[in-house]
């Protein structure tokens, strides 16, 4: 049976691997997040902007 090799903060060549597919996942799943709530956002501001413009020529 081969043993997995420790680096000096015994973190095995495995663990790096996985540590560093999770760090790759959060940042892309973050990335994801942050686009979909600034989509979100512009599509409430371009709604409130109609509104707004609405009523001020509807008034006028």
């Given at each position: ?6 680096s000096?903060?015994?973190v095995?060549?495995?663990n790096?691997?996985?540590?560093t597919g ?9 990335t994801?997040?942050?686009?979909v709530?600034a989509s979100?956002l ?12 609405k009523?001020?020529?509807?008034n006028?």
């Open positions: 049976m081969e043993e997995a090799t420790t000096n903060n015994g095995t060549g495995s790096k691997l996985n540590l999770l760090g790759v996942g959060a940042i892309v799943l973050t994801v997040y942050t686009a709530l979100q512009m599509a409430t501001k371009h709604k409130v902007d109609y509104l707004y413009y009523e001020i020529t509807h006028k």
